[in-house]
């Protein structure tokens, strides 16, 4: 691959990636934080913290990954960045 | 060595799906002659025993004198299997039961911890696999010696991450000296001798080989360990069988018998918790008084993620994997199995609570029931009549941290198939993250710390490379086992330890060196030691994690403070040093680019003939 096409391909993955770990991350802490004045509600007989710290922000990351190793290994087709030798 | 790779097996998944069936086979014959009166006493063995000899039988089968299966596996470990890997070596027996501990006696202060171990792998995931794959390198510290060029580069990441490898190592040791006695009945000294010999088993056939697979096994053994006896405590608590999706329909009831049972003495949790020591349930479990600040949530949750993220053992299965796509997604299977486990443990702390808090549990201090009198001989409970009026309160009931993983089959009065089935499990997950340690710490000694030879001429002798690798995976397992008899230190103060030196040196370390093309080698010798200082250094302050430290912030706030230091001094010292050259400039890009040859095997492949040493490693 030549240099420029690299910086671009490069520029592309590193949005990719900090985009991806920036929401999971801050969604995460934004909850820890913030669960208490979720407790009055209930959700599926959870109460809302729990329910969404325990579940929803684990199955979210988990999507996430899977969503992103789908997403990068379309920048890598379209860079022709992946070509096994 | 590096043509011929031979293709995934296609009937792996047959293999251990026979495992599984056969192990859970074994559980309900037990069950059938627990029931007949057949079997008594200790069937924990026959579960254990049965675990570990097929985990051993795996391991001999994957007997190798190849050099590239003894080393990355073949690089044809699918990503499923490895994610299966992934579970046991992030979380460990010591992280499992320090987990669930956490949420057990903090509630959902816990979460912080258990997500951050989650937010690890997806760090490690994210940012790391896909370049540790593309260079592969058989240890980590070789991952530093390719990417800087620089010999010296491997020596100071192989001399920064044996103390959290060796520290997680003597954690699970430790683990195992508690638990194994009562399981196996016998001696503490025997335990950890057979501890040590099923190290040698699983690791000297095959080295990365046998390991991986017999991790296999006994990942699948930790999961059918936590995943059955809560089917059953959850179909008598709740009606259905998957707690995961239940146990928040009893928080409610959990909160109003929390609410009625009074207040307990006020004394610190957490470290009470980190000391080891035995404690009442103070802290409701949503609601109430909380644990941490915000603060110092979202700073244990970073922690945690950098830590677990910097786990050596964790990174270095994405060398095994076929492809680079194949090592991003182990990283998701992982993510994914580690997802089921962290979506699991919450119902064990909110059943065990919801036992322990309901009012017709009625205990007197005079007659304590079987599963207290188990718990006491595990040294996991105590009974306190605080008030002296012969009725034993939910608070006057003092637990230790494993009691909440092993004691949850107790108190549901489940039989003790189901029992030594969580035993098992928790073995199991102790066994399969410490074999990872000592083949890591083994590995970094052979082709890092080697006076004579770097990795590179280490593994060009391949049969060579290999018996030098399994003196010293035996050496290790005798030090660390004889290191393990003769010190006691709490497992969690070992665990704890190992995240920070893990979060403060590698994690920093490896992130700087992908990330950031000015990174240089005089960066990672200014970044190194000030993590491992800084690391220290907050230890001391906060004795282990047990107190507070300056200005009364905690461990894992100044920590986080620390870690941004550490990434600074890495860029200062790139900054006044020499700037990187153009070959290593190079050789980023190369890592950062997933196609192509792996870099360690093309260096491998030129440096054989020049050497004049055919033939490679079969």
């Known amino acids: ?85 | 060595m590096l043509g011929n790779r031979r293709m995934i097996n296609p009937l792996l998944g047959v293999y251990y799906g026979i495992f599984t069936a056969g192990y859970i086979g074994l559980g309900v014959l037990l069950l059938i002659l627990e029931y007949m009166g057949v079997i008594e006493g200790h069937i924990s063995y026959a579960m254990t025993a049965v675990a570990f000899v097929l985990a051993g039988i795996i391991a001999l089968a994957a007997t190798t004198v190849t050099s590239d299966d003894f080393f990355t596996s073949g690089r044809r470990v699918p990503a499923g299997l490895n994610g299966l890997v992934i579970l046991v070596v992030t979380f460990g027996g010591v992280g499992l039961s320090a987990v669930l501990a956490t949420l057990f006696f903090l509630g959902i202060d816990g979460y912080g911890m258990m997500l951050g171990m989650l937010g690890g792998v997806m760090l490690s995931g994210v940012l790391a696999a896909a370049f540790i794959r593309k260079a592969g390198a058989y240890t980590l510290a070789s991952f530093f010696e390719i990417r800087y060029n620089s010999r010296f580069a491997g020596v100071l990441a192989g001399l920064a991450l044996l103390l959290p490898v060796a520290l997680l190592a003597l954690a699970e040791l430790t683990l195992l000296k508690t638990v194994a006695p009562y399981v196996l009945g016998v001696s503490e000294d025997l335990a950890l001798g057979a501890v040590v010999v099923t190290i040698l088993v699983l690791l000297l056939p095959g080295g990365v080989r046998s390991m991986s697979w017999a991790q296999c096994a006994l990942a699948i053994v930790v999961l059918l360990g936590l995943m059955l006896p809560l089917i059953i405590i959850s179909l008598d608590l709740t009606n259905l069988p998957i707690a995961q999706m239940t146990y928040g329909s009893l928080i409610e009831d959990l909160k109003n018998f929390e609410s009625v049972s009074g207040d307990a003495t006020a004394q610190p949790v957490w470290s009470r918790l980190v000391a080891g020591a035995v404690q009442p349930v103070q802290l409701s479990y949503i609601g109430g008084e909380r644990a941490f600040s915000g603060l110092e949530l979202i700073s244990m949750f970073m922690i945690f993620a950098a830590g677990v993220a910097g786990m050596p053992a964790l990174l270095q299965r994405a060398t095994v994997t076929f492809s680079v796509f194949e090592a991003r997604k182990s990283f998701a299977w992982g993510a994914a199995l580690i997802g089921l486990v962290i979506l699991t443990l919450p119902a064990y702390a909110v059943f065990f609570r919801y036992m322990l808090f309901d009012p017709q549990l009625n205990l007197s201090a005079s007659s304590l029931p079987d599963w207290a009198q188990q718990l006491t001989s595990l040294g996991l409970f105590q009974a306190v009549d605080g008030d002296g009026n012969g009725q034993l309160s939910p608070r006057e009931l003092l637990f230790g941290r494993d009691a909440v993983l092993l004691g949850l089959p107790m108190i549901a009065g489940l039989n003790q198939t189901f029992q030594s089935m969580v035993f098992a499990g928790l073995i199991a997950a102790a066994v399969g993250g410490l074999i990872a340690r000592v083949l890591g710490i083994s590995q970094t000694i052979a082709r890092n710390l080697n006076p004579k030879k770097g990795s590179l001429e280490a593994d060009i002798s391949g049969l060579r490379s290999m018996m030098l690798s399994r003196i010293i995976i035996t050496l290790v397992a005798l030090l660390i086992g004889g290191v393990a008899y003769q010190i006691e230190v709490d497992a969690f103060q070992l665990f704890i330890a190992a995240i920070i030196f893990s979060a403060l040196t590698i994690f920093p370390a490896l992130i700087l060196s992908v990330w950031w093309r000015g990174m240089s080698v005089t960066g990672l010798l200014f970044l190194m030691p000030t993590g491992l200082c800084l690391g220290a250094g907050l230890l001391v302050l906060t004795e282990g994690g047990l107190a507070l430290g300056p200005f009364g912030f905690g461990l894992f706030e100044m920590a986080l403070a620390a870690l941004l230091l550490v990434f600074l001094s890495g860029w200062l010292g790139s900054v006044i040093g020499p700037k990187p050259d153009r070959i290593d400039l190079e050789t980023l890009t190369e890592i950062r680019t997933p196609g192509g040859e792996i870099l360690y095997d093309r260096m491998l492949r030129l440096a054989m003939p020049r050497r004049g040493i055919g033939g490679g490693s079969r």
């Open chain 1, 1 to 85: 691959m030549e240099f420029d096409r690299f910086k671009l391909y490069w520029r592309v993955t590193s949005r990719l990636a900090v985009t991806v770990l920036f929401a999971v991350f801050l969604v995460i802490m934004a909850v820890l934080v913030n669960s208490e004045w979720l407790d009055g509600y209930h959700i599926f007989g959870f109460p809302l913290s729990v329910f969404i710290v325990g579940q929803v922000v684990v199955l979210g990351a988990i999507a996430s990954m899977f969503w992103f190793i789908g997403a990068q290994d379309g920048v890598d087709n379209g860079f022709g960045a992946n070509e096994e030798l």
